[in-house]
């Protein structure tokens, strides 16, 4: 090859490789996005923090945040106390009224919400346009009721909320209407290396025609340990089912059980997972252990004579 052709070649490398050291302001906010969206339960404020000081640009993080943690709160259904209320609201699609508002059904108020802090700002009463019909009320709140009664049970830091997706202006029989039910539960436990979240989503289609009540489910659990390891669950698992269309107390009761239902079985089937787990998944993941069952000890290999046992093996030993 000519000197002047390899000089070319060169300038052309060096020139690509100043390109794809240089990330565009753009890029380096789509990949910010992209960190802060994949965090784990309850990690979002730890790698926001990590990520600003990585960027050094207030002006990229900031436009990332406020993109990426809208979408990751509703997503992960987070909850957060309502300012002089006990109660908590719920940040998800189904209650958004705005960009920065989402109605809570129990309490009928309306929290204003600062994603990147994860916080309540302030809280004012629901207007009528933003609340359903009382005959869909009463569908709504009497499945509350029983959902309040059986997350209490089931779930130790648990919040659930039922809203009505469509239909909310049926006034009386003869329309269907849709309400969801969503169960969010979190637990964090940084100190202890693991955070994990339950959700799940429940809608509930009822069909005045057929006089049926169809209900799907899906639900995600989600589980981070990360002391000297990283270790993450995601699983998914989706339900259908249906009831008859009944009065509101009865419903509530129908519904609640199939949720119970489901979700108890769903739990049962990954406990056992957990079990098989070190004679099955493990092993596939990594070598059997030796016979002496003992881990090898990467941290210090000088107790084992690799190379005099390869010598002697391949018969080049004195």
């Known amino acids: 090859m000519h000197s002047n052709s390899r000089q070319k070649m060169a300038e052309e490398v060096g020139n690509q490789e100043e390109e794809a050291e240089e990330l565009s302001e753009k890029q380096k906010k789509e990949i910010a996005k992209w960190f802060l969206l994949n965090s784990p339960a309850g990690e979002i404020q730890y790698v926001a923090k990590d990520i600003r000081s990585v960027l050094n640009d207030d002006n990229v993080y900031n436009t990332a945040a406020s993109e990426a943690f809208p979408v990751y709160n509703k997503s992960h259904m987070i909850s957060l106390r309502m300012p002089g209320k006990s109660e908590d609201v719920l940040i998800t699609s189904f209650g958004e009224i705005n960009e920065n508002e989402y109605i809570d059904p129990r309490t009928a108020h309306v929290a204003r919400v600062d994603h990147v802090k994860q916080v309540c700002t302030k809280v004012r009463p629901a207007t009528d346009e933003e609340l ?6 009463d569908y709504r709140c009497a499945l509350d ?3 309040m009664k059986y997350v209490g049970e089931a779930y130790p830091k648990g919040v659930c909320s039922v809203y009505c997706a469509r239909g909310k202006d049926v006034e009386e029989p003869g329309s269907d209407f849709e309400l969801v039910v969503v169960i969010s539960a979190a637990r964090h436990s940084p100190q202890n290396f693991c955070n994990g979240s339950w959700r799940s989503i429940w809608n509930v289609e009822f069909k005045d025609d057929v006089q ?3 209900v799907r489910g ?10 000297e390891g990283n270790v993450q669950l995601d699983a998914k698992h989706e339900f259908q089912d249906s009831t008859l269309f009944q009065s509101p107390d009865d419903i509530a009761v129908s519904l609640t059980n199939i949720i119970r239902h489901h979700e108890t079985e769903y739990l049962a089937s990954l406990q056992a997972s957990y079990v098989n787990l070190p004679d099955t998944t493990f092993k596939d993941l990594r070598r059997k252990l030796p016979v002496t069952r003992t881990l090898f000890p990467w941290h210090n290999t000088l107790q084992f004579s690799l ?3 390869i010598s002697k093996e391949l018969g080049i030993g004195k």
């Open 132 to 137: 359903p019909s009382p005959y869909v009320e």
């Open 145 to 147: 009721a029983e959902i």
């Open 212 to 214: 049926i009540v169809e």
């Open 218 to 227: 899906r639900m995600q659990v989600d589980a981070h340990y990360f002391e």
């Open 307 to 309: 190379t005099r046992d």
